[in-house]
């Protein structure tokens, strides 16, 4: 029997895994592909998220960005530097994920990849999983299986709000000028953006559906075969992949027995910006928290990993999604008001590194916003 079992190995699982291996305690990661696998995703990382490992994570560092440049309608651009810390890091999120994964195991944790859960029950305390591979059973069970993932159904949780996400992966050259320089287009996708993110040896455009109905895959496929020949990028090595996005609408129950949620199967994920990885990050660490404290015999362990993420995480990501709704109702004015003036820009760009919260920008983003609503006004 394991201490904790672990379904998925995406960034969230595998922090989860590497931070209950570090402290001693048994752990099986059970992944459904064969690792390195590619998960559709711009790869766009706050460097923020070095404070929760031990380890140097520079070397899966593709590429890094100080320039940020939006646009309305791939028009009327406006462009902001970078005067963060450190830049925002571009990663291969095959390289980025499997490096995770061969850190939990060198930490002691046991990969079983190429198994996917078919099944899971707890009855007894005990969480029992089935594999294409085997049974397996252990005293308690992180749910980390993505947006594509069935767990959360399964154990019977309330389901995330879940939207359409596409990526164009090009490999091309990048011109030096344009290295270091992502890019934020607003207007041309309904309740949605699109953004592309230079990575060392071409390009990821992304496409999101923030708001509203999901979306359809063939209009994402279109925007981003447009975005791309506007931006002059060369599409004879292209592929294109659509993925669900769970994206954070509301407090939530993220425990229950002895099972927890952790990243997109929580619907731990910036309801703005579609930003995952460093909150998918940093679930993990905090559930692996819990279930340390859990096998200590601490009873509200599991509770109180509910209530660390929806106060830490969660609470700013309601704020994310309120200046959301705003900002995709009225996209025109809220690209004028919240993007195109300099310091809007910056402030955008210091919450990508991870160096600003939603909470310190908020009520003043909603005021001008609001305020530039009122004829007269705008
Ligand atoms: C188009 C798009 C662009 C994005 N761009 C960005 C970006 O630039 N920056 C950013 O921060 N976030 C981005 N995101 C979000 C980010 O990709 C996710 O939030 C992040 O991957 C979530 O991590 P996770 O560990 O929760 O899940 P995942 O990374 O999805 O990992 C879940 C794992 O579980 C496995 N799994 C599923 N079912 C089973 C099963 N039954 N048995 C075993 N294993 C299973 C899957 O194979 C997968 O490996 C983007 C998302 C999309 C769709």
Redesign the pocket.
Known sequence: MFDCII???????STAAYHLSNQGRSVLL????SFP?Y???????SPAIQQWFDFDLTPVVDNKVNRVRFTWKKGDPVETELDTTEPFWMVQ?DVF?NFLVEKAVEAGSELQDN????AVQISNDIASVT?SKGKFDARYLIA????????ANWLGFKEAKQFL???LEVETAVAPAERNTAKFEFGSLKNGLL?C?PKSNGY?L???IIRGGKGKVKDLEKQLTNYASELGINLSQSQFYN???NLWSSERQLHQNNALL????AG??DPLI???????ILS?VKAAEAIVKALAGDRNALAGYTDTINSEIGSDLVLAQRLSGLFFQFPGIAYRVGVKRPYAGKMMSRILCGELRYADITDMAMQRLKSSLIPGRG
């Open positions: 379904v998925g190995a995406g960034p969230a699982g059970l992944e459904k592909k696998r998960k559709p995703c711009g790869g766009g990382v999120r994920d198994s996917e859960v078919t594999t980390a299986d993505g947006a594509s993932g069935a767990m996400g596409a990526v953004w993110f990821s992304s496409a999101g993925y669900p996005m952790v990243g997109e199967t731990i994920a579609a930003e995952g990885i460093r909150p998918a993990g």
